[in-house]
């Protein structure tokens, strides 16, 4: 019992791990209470038992351990934290649980595995319990798929990962022991619960009696699917919705869709394991398939089709396979080896899936030519080839194959083409059979359907009523406008029988027609009367589905209007569901006409138009047009009226005020009426031959626009531009391109027919009169608006000057982006329809252009000598046959898809050991992306990832010609063909550090501008993970920038969920990087905007100057950003002014904007403290470099992509200079109102600084070094000091460009220079430059010897480091430099130090050769002349110049006091000069009262009243200062006394001055500012540097005053008893004298010692009082210093 009381003392969590199973057994029963009583999971109580957990599970005594796994499983459930522990516990639970006897233990230990899994750890646990299946133990193997059953049945298949579990099913079905055996038949039917027949294949091994018993209980199942009844916690809304369910009674209601939600589609083929079948090829295969014996043939294949059994093949480059099986089907002449080639290659297809799909732009042409065998069993295994290859790539891939087949002249060929199609079709949706693909192979389907042979006819009608099945009629149905009612019922009759794969109805077919029957048929309807009141209600039927939208463009791009004439009928190839209504009117005879216009016209008015009085038709008209104004819309006969305004004289009225009222009632009538095309080809003539006419030219313009808004401007414009360019008339012409340019700018560029425009512009291009050809070049400008560049592949053959006006035009358009229709039925008409299809369109509309370029067919080129010379063995041959490739490609310009064998050939050099030819292929496969525009996009599998794995080549040279490829292959194709498949992940595979940090650069780069990407992005995902663990710096920080984008697309659950397979360790890290990510994770590009859908979305998206606009635009947005809060000067203005009204052309940058309104700079708390720990470590590099390197550059980046927003530094390490530049104007702009910001990354922003500099683009130069003097003003301001860090990275390489050949950078940066005096000390300064004289420039030489003068002069000796002396003697070498400029600023640097020190200057120097010294000596001379002739001009000049100088100081200095300009009178008293007799007398303010000083036991003050009340008039005085010591000011003066800390700077270095007259002049002004409370803070922050002037002076009597006896020591007295005066001021004030530093006091306690020592003080006749003084300045320092230095 004394045990037990000593353990039941003890808290629980130290029970839980007590030697005696009792305590621990007690522990865990109050452990158990306890965790069931807190309430808060995220409680720090659950902390305690983190370590705990798997102990509880894990108790060695069996009672002890069931209370633990209580314990431990309320833990699970309830704690924040337990999630840490799963691993542990689980393997405790596995090992230790599930082999104990108790069936309660092992029920438990499910328990708390299931419980893991409850709560988002169900890979961990699934992991632990397969290791389970491998143990030893029956038990344990049994409990562990029994656990794997109960977590599938109670979770399902969506969160319990089936493949790994499938996977060991048939090992665990040839156990010997009959209960794993028993079980895994339990898990086996539970897992086909979830995915039925997928199960079949991977168990189709096992033991056929086991898959009998096996298929027995899955018939037995139910068919209903079954349905997850325990839910994660993320997933607290299902379990709601199920519960209710439950409680209405099950299944009875609403569970359709969450079946479908809950039981994910499982591809038996993703179950399977991949077979890799190359390396057991035949190794004669390749003989012996082009063997001359068929049986050897034979045998070949027959090896290859055993091989093809395997149901998964793995990935490998299968190139020459498929090339051999493809010559068998295409050449062998033995029909069965056909058969089994086609077989062979349907199962590779098969087993290949998407990774087959690379080869399948090759295959497909040979199969679908040997169609004209008429063998079934060939034709047979030719379809199930061919049907095998189109599910491993797309119908757009294959598209030009195809249709390049289709005008085959063999019945068979073409009919199984045309059945081909037809079942290519029932695998599409109306999202990948869009309209543009549609339309060449409707074209292609309807020639078939008049087809001579009747079995094309067959084909042709089950392919079109297939698309009208998949895409819907709204899509089909503008394609066959042309074809009879008996052919249009045929193919909707195939269209009802038509079965789609999977058996699934798509929205485009049946839906869409129960929902709108009427909008499917509308298009096709004939010109009848009665369609008015269909298309009324169809409109009326509109807003129902979708609010009236503006649409930018008028009618879709898709009317390419077939109708000319009356009869015609414009299909609108498909508006979307808007349904613009369409006039259909019949042409009526004159008789007709003149009875329907009296119906309406007053009778006189019909008499009197063909009157020959001209005043009788002007009243007429004017009748006219009163009756139209007030016709009602309903009741006008607009053909009759047109008809009667065109009788004689009609369009040849010779009087232009009655032509003038007739056109305006042409437009009337437009505007008002019901106008078909009809009436208006009635008009059209006259109009056009009008327009150019002085007088009536507007109306004409007017009554064409109201013509254009009635029939649309597609239809109007095609037919005025072939009748104006049909007549002769220039100016007509002319006047008829400026309508059009303005029309399209009113009415949008949509639907209008391009190839005609361009025809006809040609023409114009072309003519003799300027004005023609002026109009057409600004009409190619407005087009271009819309197009972009690929519009001048058109005029590429003009002549150059020609050519030259049309690029001035087009350089004018760049950065301008299309206006927004204002007119046209774009603006009211109804829309309806989705964002996929408007996604389309616009595509649709882009590539529009180029797919009416002529295009060249180089295939008959590419020969097998040029093929075999870019694969032969001599380098300089293969260069050869690349060249010829180059120059095939040249000549061609445009070229058709089918390039033969050139693809391959090409795609071996790309592995080139020669890098020279590598990057020639490149820059061929680029030549070949532009040539061969939008059609490049069958060669991405084949040859578009190869150039992806040059990104791994080691040259750098070489990654960058291969990126400049890639972007120019995407540029045509887009992105969606380079993510699908496994294509891009296997690359991300290799661990290849080049190609890993190349590769997640461009997908950062590429992602975000993408609004959709395909379900195959998420294979890279597991492959990302491992580069953020990669051991490369570069391709972990690739990894991180690219997270977010993968983001952005996949989504964080699904990026969460893929780190299921990584180790925990791993895992966890990369759980942090996605929450971050997660916070950076930009949001998607939007849609385009529905009022500038078909606009915007055209070629320019694409173009240069779309690019160049929106950097622009984003540019001036930085910049102006400012100005919405507080109006600002300087340049912002112009640059607002000038973007005003301008839209964005680019969605990215719409997004990047939204993210610029932040600061520029972040704050970053010890950022930068850790920056310098980091470097002090040797962590990351030190920045010391000869010239920057990348790994520099890079670090740069990285330490900048935390305090620097993205986009800054986007512009900051941009390739282009002009980036930079606009890097430095918004740094300029954000450098007052982010202070704090700027100050906290001012070590990266100086190391930038340094890259600039080796730039060799002057006006970044200059702007950065603009910068830099406004940075030091504003440190200086904020009273900041540069760190060691910040100097030492920063000013070596602002001294190497103080030897620039430019004056003005020179001068810029000794500016600079002078700034940095007053942030860091001067004395460290003279280090830096001092080295810069070491410098092989000349230049920097001799300024920074100029510089070093400036600084004695300004600051005194003590500058001079390490020693005067050496800084003298390293200064006087350079008198002997040869270049005459060095010499003589050595000669002049020396001189002001000897003006400032005197003749020790020549102690110092050392030895000098004879020359050296004799100059010397002769410039000492003539600086002493000058000095005098000067003297008098200088001592007028200075204070005025010094006084306005510091100005601003002043008003620094007194803010804290009364408005008195101190700093003029400090200015002032260094200034004077001239009257030194004034200064011999000690002021009375410096006399010391030492017993009163003395007997003040408190707090010591010096009260000295007569200070304040007395006019100091005798310490102003000008003083003389002895002539040699006098130099003229530095050039640089007003740069560095610009302020107060320069000013005290200034005097402070006087106060070590050897003149005893100028020391007391500086510390009577020091005194000054201390007595006065409110000016003593002014002081703060030089304190050392007083106190260091100060024991210097005191030094210098001891060593220089008090021997020479010349001198009279009653002055040596008065400058003693100004000091001291001066150090007991300072050291009342407490928070000043605690700023000394260890150092300083030292030297200032040794120099007072050193004086009270001095025997010769006490000689003199005031010694004693001097002495006593010393004493009492002694105490207070003690008493008033920071007590941690004065006692070190």
């Known amino acids: 019992m004394g045990d037990d009381s000593e353990w039941m003392k003890l808290p629980i969590d130290q029970k839980c791990e007590h030697k005696l199973w009792k305590a621990r057994l007690n522990g865990y029963e109050e452990a158990l209470k306890l965790f069931e009583k807190i309430d808060d999971e995220k409680s720090p109580e659950w902390s305690k038992y983190l370590g705990l957990t798997k102990k509880f599970v894990t108790d060695s005594n069996a009672v002890a351990q069931l209370k633990g796994l209580e314990a431990a499983l309320a833990y699970v459930e309830n704690a924040h934290v337990a999630g840490k522990t799963t691993g542990e516990v689980v393997s405790g639970v596995v090992n230790k649980v599930f082999n104990q006897p108790k069936a309660k233990a092992k029920e438990l230990g499910i328990d708390i595995c299931l419980m893991f899994i409850e709560i988002e750890k169900g890979e961990v646990v699934q992991e632990e319990l397969l290791k389970g299946l491998d143990n030893k133990n029956p038990k344990i193997i049994v409990a562990c798929i029994e656990t794997l059953r109960r977590a599938l049945s109670e979770f399902g298949s969506k969160i319990i990962l089936l493949k790994p579990v499938i996977k060991v099913l048939p090992k665990l079905f040839e156990s010997r022991e009959k209960a794993v055996r028993d079980e895994a038949k339990l898990l086996a039917i539970e897992i086909y619960r979830w995915i039925r027949d997928a199960l079949r294949p991977p168990l189709q091994n096992i033991n056929s009696l086991q898959l009998k018993e096996l298929e027995e209980e899955w018939v037995k199942l139910p068919s209903s699917a079954p349905k997850q009844t325990r839910f994660l916690r993320s997933q607290q809304e299902m379990k709601a919705k199920f519960e209710q369910q439950q409680a209405a009674g099950g299944d009875a209601d609403g569970g359709g869709d969450d079946g479908d939600d809950a039981v994910p589609q499982v591809d038996a083929y993703e179950l399977l394991e991949a077979v890799e079948i190359l390396s057991k090829l035949p190794k004669d295969f390749y003989d012996k398939i082009e063997a001359k014996k068929w049986q050897e043939r034979k045998e070949a294949l027959e090896a290859v089709e055993m091989l093809i059994k395997n149901p998964k093949l793995e990935a490998g480059d299968y190139a020459d396979l498929v090339k051999a099986l493809k010559k068998v089907v295409g050449k062998d002449t033995n029909v069965m080896l056909v058969a089994l080639a086609a077989k062979c290659l349907a199962g590779l297809a098969t087993g290949l899936r998407k990774k087959f799909g690379q080869y399948a732009g090759h295959v497909v042409p040979t199969i679908l030519e040997k169609f004209k065998e008429k063998k079934p069993q060939v034709v047979q295994a030719l379809q199930e080839a061919i049907d095998a290859i189109f599910l491993t790539t797309t119908l757009q891939n294959l598209s030009e194959d195809i249709l390049a087949v289709m005008d085959n002249k063999n019945p068979t060929i073409k009919q199984q083409t045309s059945l081909f199609i037809a079942r290519s079709f029932s695998h599409c949706t109306p999202s990948t059979l869009p309209k543009a693909l549609l339309k060449p192979f409707c074209a292609a389907l309807l020639k078939h359907i008049n087809d001579s042979a009747p079995e094309v006819r067959d084909a042709a009608f089950e392919a079109l009523g297939t698309a009208l099945k998949v895409a819907g009629e709204k899509a089909v149905n503008p394609f066959l406008t042309d074809v009879d009612k008996l052919k249009l019922d045929r193919i909707k009759e195939c269209a009802e029988k038509v079965e789609l794969a999977g058996g699934g109805k798509v929205g485009g077919g049946a839906d869409r027609k129960e929902n709108k029957p009427v909008a499917g048929k509308a298009p096709v309807l004939s010109g009848a009367a009665g369609d008015k009141d269909t298309k009324e209600n169809l409109a009326k039927s509109g807003p129902l589905k979708k609010a009236p939208a503006a649409k ?41 006409c003149e009875e329907k216009a009296s119906a309406v016209l007053p009778a006189a008015c019909l008499q009197q138009l063909d009157s020959g009085n001209w005043k009788e038709r002007l009243a007429c008209m004017e009748e006219f047009q009163k009756a139209v104004e007030l016709m009602d819309r309903a009741e006008m006969p607009c053909q009759a009226l047109v008809r009667m305004l065109a009788k004689k004289p009609g369009w040849k009225e010779t009087n232009f005020q009655v032509m003038q009222i007739k056109l305006r009632i042409v437009a009337l009538v437009a505007q008002k009426g019901t106008f078909s095309k009809t009436s208006a080809q009635i008009v059209l003539d006259g109009l056009v031959d009008k327009i150019g006419d002085v007088k009536c030219g507007n109306n004409a313009k007017e009554a064409l626009t109201s013509i254009a808004e009635a029939c649309q401007l597609p239809w109007t414009a095609e037919q005025v531009m072939s009748m104006a360019f049909s007549q002769k008339n220039p100016k007509n012409q002319s006047e008829t391109l400026n309508w059009l340019s303005n029309a399209i700018r009113e009415f949008g560029f949509a639907g209008l027919n391009v190839k005609a425009f361009i025809s006809n512009v040609k023409t114009a291009l072309a003519a003799t009169n300027p004005a023609v050809r002026t109009s057409a070049i600004t009409l190619l400008g407005v087009i271009y608006l819309y197009v972009g560049p690929p519009l001048r592949m058109f005029f590429e053959d003009e002549k150059p000057a020609l050519l030259s006006q049309i690029d001035a035009e087009f350089e004018k358009m760049q950065g301008q982006t299309p206006p927004a229709p204002t007119r046209g039925n774009s603006r009211n008409t109804v829309v309806s329809g989705d964002d996929g299809e408007e996604g389309e369109e616009q595509e649709d509309a882009g590539n529009d252009v180029v797919d009416l370029l002529p295009r060249a067919d180089i295939s008959d080129k590419i020969t097998s000598e040029l093929v075999s010379k870019i694969g032969d063995k001599n380098w300089k041959i293969r260069k050869e046959g690349l060249d010829e490739v180059t120059s095939i490609i040249n000549e061609a310009k445009f070229i058709q898809p089918n390039i033969g064998e050139l693809a391959p050939a090409l795609k071996s050099r790309l592995n080139d050991s020669n890098k020279i030819l590598v990057q020639q292929t490149l820059t061929i496969l680029q030549q070949l ?11 991405v599998k084949n040859l578009g990832i190869p150039i992806i794995t040059v990104l791994g080549d080691s040259k750098n040279n070489v990654r960058t010609a291969s990126l400049v490829t890639v972007n120019a292959w995407t540029e045509q194709t887009g992105m969606k063909e380079w993510l699908e498949g496994e294509d891009l992940s296997e690359e991300l595979k290799k661990e290849n550090p080049f190609l890993r940090q190349e590769l997640l650069g461009w997908l950062a780069d590429k992602l975000p501008t993408l609004r959709t990407v395909p379900s195959d992005l998420i294979l890279c995902v597991p492959h990302l993970y491992s580069c953020l663990e990669d051991r490369n710096g570069d391709v972990r920080k690739k990894a991180q920038d690219a997270l977010p984008f993968f983001m952005m697309h996949l989504g964080f659950e699904k990026m969460a969920k893929a780190t299921g397979k990584l180790k925990p360790t791993s895992k966890d890290q990369v759980l942090v990087m996605l929450e971050k990510a997660k916070a950076n994770m930009p949001a998607k590009p939007a849609p385009p905007n529905k009022t500038s859908s078909r606009v915007i979305g055209t070629a320019p998206a694409k173009s240069q100057a779309a690019s160049g606009s929106s950097e622009e635009f984003s540019s001036s947005a930085v910049e102006t950003k400012p100005d919405a809060k507080k109006p600002k000067a300087g340049g912002t203005a112009p640059k607002t002014k000038g973007i005003q009204g301008k839209k964005v052309p680019s969605k990215s940058n719409l997004k990047e904007d939204d993210d610029r309104s932040g600061p520029v700079f972040i704050l970053v708390p010890n950022g930068k403290e850790q920056r310098m720990k980091d470097e002090k470590a040797l962590k990351v590099l030190k920045w010391n470099f000869t010239t920057p390197r990348d790994e520099y550059i890079e670090q740069l980046k990285t330490q900048m992509s935390s305090c620097v927003a993205k986009w ?16 430095l104007s918004v740094m300029v702009e954000h450098l007052e109102i982010e202070k704090e910001g700027v100050i906290s990354c001012l070590d990266l922003i100086l190391k930038w600084l340094t890259l600039r500099f080796f730039d060799t683009n002057t006006s970044v130069l200059m702007k950065a070094l603009e910068y830099l003097k406004l940075l030091f003003t504003m440190l200086n301001q904020e009273e900041y000091h540069l760190t060691e860090n910040e100097a030492t990275s920063f000013i070596p390489y602002l001294i190497l460009k103080v030897g620039e050949p430019k004056d003005v950078v020179r001068r810029d940066v000794r500016s600079i220079l002078n700034r940095m005096c007053l942030v860091y000390p001067a004395s460290k300064m003279f280090i830096f430059i001092m080295e810069g004289t070491k410098s092989k420039n000349s230049k920097q030489r001799a300024e920074c010897l100029e510089e070093l003068g400036c600084l004695v002069e300004s600051y005194g000796m003590n ?10 003697k390293e200064m006087a070498i350079h008198i002997g430099d040869r270049d005459n400029t060095v010499r003589n600023a050595a000669l002049n640097t020396i001189v002001t130090v000897y003006n400032v020190h005197g003749d020790q200057v020549f102690k110092l120097i ?62 002032q008293a260094r200034n004077m000069g001239g009257h030194p007799e004034t200064t011999h007398a000690v002021p009375r303010e410096f006399q010391l009262d030492l017993d009163e000083i003395e007997n003040d036991n408190g707090t010591v003050r010096c009260e000295m009243p007569a200070l304040v009340q007395h006019k100091l008039d005798d310490i102003f005085e000008p003083v003389l200062i002895p002539e040699p010591k006098i130099r003229a000011v530095s050039p640089h003066f007003d740069d560095m006394h610009s302020n107060t800390a320069s000013t005290i700077n200034f005097v402070i270095s006087q106060v070590a001055s050897g003149d005893i007259n100028t020391s007391i002049q500086a510390l009577a002004q020091i005194d000054e500012v201390l007595r006065q409370e409110d000016k003593a803070e002014a002081m703060s922050g030089h304190i050392d540097q007083f106190l260091i002037a100060t024991f210097m002076q005191l030094r210098l009597i001891y060593n220089t005053h008090m021997a020479d006896e010349k001198l009279d020591k009653d002055e040596i007295v008065k400058l003693y008893s100004c000091i001291i005066g001066n150090m007991i001021s300072l050291f009342q004030i407490e928070n000043l004298a605690r700023e000394a530093s260890a150092g300083v006091l030292k030297d200032l306690m040794h120099g007072l010692i050193t004086l009270m020592l001095d025997s010769r003080v006490e000689d003199l006749e005031e010694g004693q009082q001097v002495i006593r003084s010393v004493n009492l300045l002694v105490v207070k320092v003690l008493e008033k210093s920071d007590q941690t230095n004065i006692l070190r």
Request: aromatic share 2%; hydrophobic share 35%.
């Open 552 to 592: 930018a463009g008028g009618p879709s791009k898709k009317g390419k209007q077939i109708a000319a004439g009356g009869a015609g009928i414009a299909g609108t190839k498909g508006k979307k569901g808007a349904e613009v209504k369409e006039i259909f009117e019949p042409e009526l005879s004159i008789e007709m």
């Open 1406 to 1467: 050392g030895n000098l050769s004879e020359k050296d010294m004799s100059m010397l000596e002769e410039r000492i001379k003539r600086s002493a002349k000058r000095s005098n002739a000067a003297l008098a001009r200088q001592v007028e000049e200075k204070p005025q110049r010094i006084q306005s100088a510091n100005a601003n100081a002043s008003a620094n200095i007194l803010r804290k006091g009364p408005a008195e300009d101190m700093s003029s009178k400090l200015n």
């Open 929 to 939: 992306a532009t040539a061969m525009g939008p059609n490049i996009k069958q060669h």
């Open 1359 to 1368: 500058v001079c480091q390490p020693t005067p002396g050496k800084a003298l």
């Open 1208 to 1223: 800054l530094q986007d512009e900051m390490f941009h390739a282009d200079f002009q980036h930079h530049n606009k890097a």
